[in-house]
């Protein structure tokens, strides 16, 4: 087999490939016994076809089973040959095959690049000063768990007013600058905290006052938006009926609030609990931060261009995180209007930074030897199901079901890979 290997620009390769005529025509000869074996041919008893009756008949049939089963064959003898890395599926152009002659097509491979990482034992990197965890902050986190176990008590004897939470059956119609509405949009059972910063302005307003029963229709005008830009809405109409309103009322903050959060025996110890978390996610965060740093740095020391099916992939890989996200917060995904172009377009900057300091990251481990352990991805196993409350068979076997074993660890390496750099380098406080 003859190949030859060209650059065309970037990380990508293509190969010039020719099988020689013999093996085409052994080929050609083994498949026209298998046609013969099989085939339904007039005049012939099943399994009783002459090869030369088959190869005949169903010549173009035989020479793309060939071509298929041949060039895949002839595509990973060339990369091994030339010690090319593809990072996606090559892709197969301009295949000719014919009897008595050599099999030829050229293959576009987009590889991974030379990576040089330079020197890598004396990282400079900047950490920001430990944010201070005061009284202050553990009393905001105090109040936080106070607001998630209040109770709710119907308001008797006054109107809604600021804080209070009013249920309410709504509909919505929007004016639009050309004179025409749009269709009403009807809610039910629809709760709304006056005072809230998600509510439209304005439409804090129209709730105060209100009482169980009431029903009240209000016009608002609209905010400028780059939708619809011939006709935008200018108003919305609504048009509300409220079923009831209540207000949210907090726990007392004693020793008796710290227990029923949990293991706490007494509202002193629930504070300190909340002082050691506080301190524990600046640790993090400051960490993080060194991290990023780190990460930025390899990334710089890349400065080609970089595999376009890896930037994809990390692309992806972001739109289904989000989708990840979005589903278990119960958002409905055809009502969302996200536009994925948009997203993927705004990640694709940064997904390239992930590559380049990927890449740098693999090619040190590659030079210092670093490897990932069975062990090491049981333990991973055994992370993520603490972490999600599945079990380790099931996690396991999901990871093993996608086939994303290989990738589980890669990532584990490039983090081992990032731990051998951290330990290396200097950390300055800036």
Do not use: C
Request: hydrophobic share 40%; aromatic share 4%.
């Amino acid at each position: 087999m003859n190949t030859e290997v060209t650059h065309v620009g970037g990380s990508r390769k293509e190969l010039r490939v020719e099988v020689p005529a013999e093996t085409v025509g052994r080929a050609i000869a083994r498949a026209a016994q298998r046609y013969a074996r099989s085939a339904k041919v007039p005049g012939f008893r099943p399994g009783k076809v002459p090869p030369a009756v088959a190869r005949k008949r169903f010549r173009e049939e035989i020479l793309r089973a060939v071509a298929e089963d041949l060039v895949s064959r002839a595509v990973d003898d060339a990369l091994r040959e030339h010690e090319l890395e593809p990072v996606a599926t090559p892709e197969v152009r301009d295949v000719e095959i014919d009897e008595g002659k050599p099999l030829t097509f050229t293959a576009l491979v987009e590889v991974v690049p030379p990576v040089d990482p330079g020197t890598y034992d004396a990282f400079v990197l900047r950490q920001q000063p430990l944010a201070a965890v005061d009284e202050a902050a553990v009393d905001r986190e105090i109040e936080q768990l106070r607001a998630r176990a209040a109770r709710s008590e119907p308001v008797e004897g006054r109107p809604a007013d600021a804080g209070d939470v009013v249920t309410l059956d709504l509909e919505r119609r929007l004016r639009r600058g050309d004179g025409t509405e749009s269709a009403p949009e009807r809610h039910v059972n629809v709760t709304v905290e006056i005072g809230s910063p998600d509510n439209p302005p304005g439409f804090d307003d129209r709730l105060r006052g209100v009482e169980a029963g009431a029903t009240r229709e209000f016009a608002l005008p609209m905010p400028a938006t780059d939708e619809a830009p011939d006709a935008p809405a200018t108003e919305a109409h609504y048009a509300v009926e409220v079923r009831g309103v209540h207000r949210r009322v907090l726990p007392e903050l004693d020793d008796e609030f710290a227990k029923d959060l949990g293991d706490f025996d007494d509202l002193a110890a629930l504070r300190t609990r909340l002082r050691s978390d506080l301190e524990r996610a600046a640790r993090d965060d400051a960490t993080r931060a060194v991290r990023a740093d780190l990460l930025r740095q390899l990334a710089s020391r890349v400065t080609g261009d970089v595999p376009a099916a890896l930037v994809a992939a990390e692309v992806e890989r972001r739109v289904a995180h989000l989708v990840r996200q979005m589903l278990g917060q119960r958002i409905d995904l055809r009502r969302a209007k996200v536009d994925w172009d948009a997203f993927r377009d705004q990640q694709r900057d940064s997904a390239a930074e992930v590559v380049r300091s990927a890449l740098v990251l693999d090619e040190i481990a590659r030079r210092e030897s670093i490897e990932v352990s069975e062990n090491d991805l049981e333990q991973e196993f055994e992370r993520q199901a603490a972490a999600t409350g599945q079990s380790v068979f099931a996690v396991r076997a999901a990871v093993d079901k996608d086939d994303g074993r290989s990738q589980l660890a890669a990532g584990l390496r490039r983090e081992k890979a990032i731990d051998f750099l951290l330990a290396r380098a200097t950390i300055v406080t800036v």
